[in-house]
């Protein structure tokens, strides 16, 4: 009786000394072994810029580090400060470890992340915020005109809506020796490109003023036309002004004015 005892007990400590198998040790630690697998995996935006500030073309280019599962749909979120939260505005798909992302936005500035979604063993990841400038072409008349004056019978005429939607054409007229200036708020804008026609039986001044300290002009011959484009990198108040130098009938210019804003 005693030999049989000693020979179970032999079997007993040969039994706990022998190796347990993976996927006995993760079936006996639960939850503990599944955290042990998952592994970290980063997002970031490596590039942010417009590439197209007529149609306002935003291009993003993300890494992805380990790569993710080729084809992995990789979203753009924009945090919306009128919401309180992130919004999709776009996706792309990946490409080893980088994804390129294209959406149309309006000018703006504002706060973009990419993320991508949990792959085994790697759990969701987020990147790093980024906030963006976006400048995007708009008509110099899109907020309407602030103000309005001159002498002569000034007249600055926007072009309707309806005739003009992009609100970027007007009519600057004015008597014999007069002048006409208009102004527009211009708070995030940091170019000017605006082209002059002149109608005028003869010459005239087209000026640009940050309010009524002036920045740059130039002078029109008779039915000519030609373009004054500008920075105009904080000037919060644009004005518009067309002058006679001398006329038969008074200044009359057309203009069709673009500025680059973030609004």
């Known amino acids: 009786m005693r030999r049989v005892l000693v020979g179970l007990l032999t079997l007993l400590l040969a039994g706990c000394a022998a190796p ?6 993760a079936l006996s630690l639960g939850s503990t072994a599944s955290a042990a697998v998952v592994a970290t995996r980063t997002a970031k935006i490596a590039s942010i810029r417009t590439t197209d500030a007529t149609k306002g073309v935003i291009t ?11 084809g992995t749909r990789i979203p753009l979120h924009q945090w919306v400060p009128s919401l309180k939260r992130w919004q999709e505005v776009a996706h792309g798909y990946s490409s080893g470890s980088s994804v390129t992302i294209i959406t149309v936005q309006p000018g703006s500035i504002r706060t973009y ?22 400048y995007v072409w708009r008509g110099m008349f899109k907020k309407g005109l602030a103000a309005a004056g001159g002498a002569g019978q000034p007249q600055f005429t926007v072009v309707p809506p309806k005739e003009g939607p992009r609100r970027a054409e007007a009519d600057l007229l004015a008597n014999q020796g007069g002048y006409v200036w208009g102004e527009v708020d211009s708070t995030g804008c940091r170019y000017a490109r605006i082209w002059l026609g002149n109608l005028t ?36 108040r644009l004005r518009l002004q067309v002058a006679d130098i001398r006329s038969g009938y008074g200044p009359y210019v057309s203009i069709d004015s673009l500025l680059l804003c973030t609004n």
């Open 201 to 236: 039986d003869g010459l005239v001044r087209v000026s640009l003023h940050n309010e009524t300290t002036a920045m740059t002009s130039i002078r029109m011959q008779q039915e000519t036309e030609t373009w004054l484009n500008y920075d105009i990198s904080g000037v919060t």
């Open 113 to 134: 992340r990419i993320a991508v979604g949990a792959q085994a063993p790697y759990a969701a990841a987020i990147s790093p915020m980024i906030s963006f400038k976006h």
């Open 20 to 25: 347990i198998a993976p996927a006995d040790s």
């Open 60 to 70: 993003v280019v993300g890494t992805l580090t380990p790569a993710p599962a080729a």
